[in-house]
């Protein structure tokens, strides 16, 4: 058990959990053995999602430092995940040392672990909140006492919509989150698709047992999440392919993932 607003939350480790099963692939350490089987029988339904995890972890990294240079001084990060360094709030910090970042997940595993890492106090705080809720992110006190709504902010919504169902509206969802967000703001989003595969049964088949399904979707039903944003260059594409730093590693092509930033311009 652990505590949040005063209410005990029950962890469950009986069922594997997203965040920990992304932490598995990605090499870290703060996963259980129901992670790491799932983990394994993802790969072995979809062998590219070791490096797939990897690229889109880099995707986050390179979208830090551009909203960074682009100004902005304010990030809220929804679905966080296990905190494996480098996290955001450590690329942007180190290009930027007054950068606020307010971290937001549902597992209080992940809370507990970010608790005992983050110590920069007043400039970055963890919130235990569900993305089903936006307006319950956006009025959390936590995350206001981080985050002022009436300057830029980069909204990162990275690998996680895909864990959305279509009946929790994931329209809705980012649409709520966008209309608290002033002109100048950014969204950086990433998705899991099944546009680059037959078959990805097995590999959606692997969250049917865990705290969240996988909710594949395609190109089309990805751009619409950006509606009221414009997509900068070179828009939605293959997380290895957005702005690449390095020759992307062999076989990107197969990657499942897109993603791209935004701005509000609004």
Do not use: C
């Not at 390095?246 to 993603?259: D, L």
């Amino acid at each position: 058990m652990t505590q949040d607003g005063g209410q005990a939350v029950h962890i469950d480790t009986s069922k594997p959990h997203p965040a920990r099963i992304y932490d598995y692939l990605l090499g870290g350490k703060d996963y259980y053995e129901v992670d790491q089987q799932a983990g394994d029988q993802l790969a072995a339904a979809a062998p590219e999602v070791w490096i797939s995890v990897r690229a889109n972890r880099a995707f986050l990294h390179r979208a830090v430092r551009y909203v960074i240079d682009s100004g902005v001084r304010q990030i809220l990060d929804i679905g966080t995940g296990l905190p494996t360094s480098p996290n955001v709030h450590e690329v942007a910090q180190e290009l930027a040392p007054d950068v606020r970042v307010a971290y937001v997940d549902n597992d209080p595993i992940v809370k507990a672990h970010a608790d005992a890492l983050l110590s920069r106090v007043g400039t970055t705080s963890v919130v235990l909140a569900d993305l089903r809720d936006p307006q319950s992110i956006i009025d959390h006190p936590e995350v206001r006492g981080i985050i002022d709504f009436g300057r830029p902010v980069a909204l990162f919504l990275v690998a996680i919509l895909h864990f959305i169902r279509d009946a929790d509206e994931p329209e809705r969802i980012v649409a709520t989150l966008r209309d608290a967000l002033p002109a100048g703001s950014f969204l950086v989003l990433s998705h899991a698709t099944g546009d680059f595969a037959d078959d990805r049964s097995e590999a959606e088949a692997v969250y049917n047992g865990a705290t969240a399904t996988m909710n594949l979707r395609s190109r089309d039903r990805v751009e619409r999440l950006f509606d009221g944003f414009d997509l900068v260059e070179p828009g939605l594409a293959q997380v290895p392919f957005w702005r690449p730093d390095s020759t992307p590693a062999p076989g990107s092509a197969e990657i499942g993932f897109y993603g791209g930033v935004a701005r509000k311009n609004a």
